[in-house]
C-alpha cells in the first residue's frame, strides 16, 4: 500500500495517529509519526519528512523507548536531503550513546560508517576517513558484505571528490567485488557507473564505455530510473568524447525522457502525498466540525435541560405556595367557622340568660310599683322610687342584651321614633346618683324642664 498507494497509506497512518492520541498511546503515537516520516522521505517530500521524524524521536525520547529513539536518530537520509547534517550527527551520537549502554556492537559500527558519510557530506574528509576506519574491523567482525561494500563506495566518492581518481578506482573496484559476491544487483550497477564516471574524468573513454555497458546490460525494467538515467548520461558522455555523435544523441535523447520519466514520477508522487494531505486535512476538519455541532447540540440539550429542571422548581414551589394558601385559607375559614359558632352561642346564651332575668325582674316590679302607691313616707316613697328606677334600668339592659343577639343574627329593625331626650336622660342620671353619693362623688347634671 506505502509504495503504490500513497494516499491511502498517508490516511491509514493518520488514522493510527489519531486513534492512539485518543487513547493516549505515547508508543502507537511515535510508531506513527515515523511511518510517515519514512513515507514521505520515499516521495521526496523531504521537509514533511524532516518535521515527522524529529517528532518521532521527540516522543519515543519522552518514553526512554532506547531502541526506536536510537534507530529513529540515525534515519540520516532524511536529514542528508535537507542538508541538516549537524542535526543528523546530533542524533546518532545520541544513538551510539544508547548503543554502547545496550551492548549493541553492530549498530556502532553502522553509527561510525554513518558518521563517516555525513562527514564526507560537510567536506570533512579526513574525519570521514576515521569514521570509516574505525566501522571497517567492526563491520568485518559481523561479516557483513553489503556494509562494507557501502563503506569502500562512500570512500571512493570521498576520493572523487578531492580528484584523487586513482583512489577512487581501487574503492570502487573493491566495492563492486563485495556487492557482486552478495548478488546485489543494485550496488553492482552503482559501483560499474562510478567507476565509468571515474574513467570518463581520466578521458580513459574506452574503460567508461566497457564499465557503463556492463551497467547498461545489468539494468532492466526493474531497475531504479535513477541508475538508468545516469547510465544514459555516462554513455552519451563516452560517445560525445569519442566522437561517436549519433548514439551520442540518441542516448541523450534516452536520458531526457527518463528525466521526464523520473521528474512525472516524483510529481505524481508529490501529488499522491499532497492530495492525501488534503484529504486528510478535509477529513480532520469535517470531525471538528462535527465535534463543535454536537458540542452545540450538546450544550443546547444542557440548556433546555436545565431550563427544564427550573421550570420544574418553579411549578413545584407554585404548588407549594398553593398548598401553603389553600391550607391557610381552610384554616381561616375553619377557625372563622368556630367563631361563628361561638358567637351564636353567646347570643343563644345571653339571649337565654335574659330570658331567664325577664321573669323574676317582672315578678319583682309588679309589686315594687304597688308599695310605691302605698308609701306614705317621703324617705320610703324615695327608696322605692329609686329600686323601682334600677328595676326598670335592669329591664332595659335585659332589652338590650336581647336586642344586641337579634342584632347578631341580623333580625333587628331599627325603628326611628321622636323622643324627649331629657326624659330620656333623666332617668340614667338618677340611675348613677346613689352610686355617686355612695362613693362620695359630687355628681350634678343641669336638666331643663
Avoid: C
Amino acid at each position: 500500500m506505502r509504495k503504490h498507494r500513497p494516499s491511502e497509506a498517508i490516511q491509514y497512518y493518520h488514522q493510527s495517529l489519531k486513534l492512539s492520541e485518543h487513547f493516549e498511546d505515547t508508543w502507537g503515537i511515535a510508531t506513527a509519526y515515523s511511518d510517515l516520516a519514512i513515507l514521505h522521505q520515499e516521495y521526496k517530500d523531504n521537509t514533511r519528512a524532516l518535521e515527522y521524524n524529529l517528532k518521532a524521536l521527540e516522543t519515543f525520547r519522552s518514553i526512554n523507548e532506547k531502541d526506536r529513539l536510537a534507530l529513529q536518530g540515525v534515519n540520516i537520509v532524511i536529514f542528508q536531503e535537507t542538508e541538516e547534517y549537524d542535526k543528523a550527527i546530533e542524533n546518532i551520537e545520541e544513538a551510539t550513546v544508547i548503543y554502547k549502554d545496550l551492548g549493541y556492537d553492530y549498530f556502532l559500527a553502522t553509527n561510525e560508517m554513518l558518521l563517516g558519510l555525513i562527514n564526507r557530506k560537510k567536506g570533512l574528509y579526513e574525519q570521514a576517513e576515521a569514521h570509516f576506519d574505525a566501522a571497517e574491523p567492526m563491520l568485518e567482525k559481523f561479516k557483513d558484505v553489503s556494509a562494507l561494500g557501502d563503506v569502500q563506495h562512500y570512500r571512493g566518492t570521498a576520493a572523487f571528490e578531492q580528484g584523487n581518481y586513482e583512489a577512487a578506482l581501487r574503492h570502487y573496484q573493491k566495492s563492486l567485488e563485495l556487492k557482486r559476491e552478495i548478488n546485489n544487483i543494485r550496488g553492482t550497477i552503482m559501483n560499474l557507473n562510478s567507476l565509468a564516471r571515474t574513467h570518463l574524468a581520466l578521458k580513459n573513454y574506452s574503460a567508461a564505455e566497457n564499465f557503463i555497458l556492463q551497467s547498461k546490460a545489468q539494468s532492466d525494467e526493474n531497475t531504479a530510473l535513477s541508475n538508468r538515467r545516469e547510465t544514459a548520461e555516462i554513455l552519451y558522455m563516452v560517445n560525445k568524447e569519442k566522437g561517436n555523435y549519433p548514439e551520442a544523441l540518441k542516448y541523450l535523447e534516452e536520458y531526457g525522457q527518463i528525466k521526464d520519466s523520473l521528474l512525472n514520477e516524483e510529481r505524481a508522487q508529490m501529488l499522491a502525498i499532497l492530495q492525501a494531505d488534503f484529504e486528510t486535512t478535509q477529513r480532520e476538519q469535517r470531525l471538528q466540525l462535527l465535534n463543535s455541532q454536537n458540542q452545540v447540540q450538546q450544550l443546547t440539550l444542557q440548556r433546555r435541560n436545565r431550563e427544564r429542571v427550573y421550570l420544574l422548581i418553579f411549578l413545584g414551589a407554585l404548588l407549594l405556595l398553593a398548598g401553603l394558601l389553600y391550607n391557610r385559607y381552610r384554616l381561616k375559614a375553619k377557625t372563622q367557622k368556630k367563631l361563628e359558632e361561638l358567637d351564636a352561642l353567646k347570643s343563644r346564651f345571653f339571649t337565654n340568660v335574659s330570658h331567664e332575668f325577664r321573669t323574676p325582674l317582672s315578678l319583682i316590679i309588679g309589686p315594687l310599683e304597688t308599695q310605691l302607691q302605698k308609701a306614705e313616707k317621703e324617705e320610703d316613697q324615695e327608696e322605692l322610687e329609686m329600686m323601682h328606677r334600677n328595676a326598670h334600668r335592669i329591664s332595659r339592659l335585659i332589652d338590650q342584651l336581647m336586642d344586641l343577639s337579634k342584632i347578631e343574627a341580623g333580625s333587628l329593625k331599627l325603628e326611628v321614633v321622636e323622643a324627649d331626650v331629657v326624659s330620656f336622660l333623666r332617668p340614667l342620671v338618677s340611675a348613677f346618683q346613689s352610686h355617686a353619693e355612695y362613693r362620695n362623688i359630687e355628681f350634678s347634671f343641669d336638666l331643663p324642664d
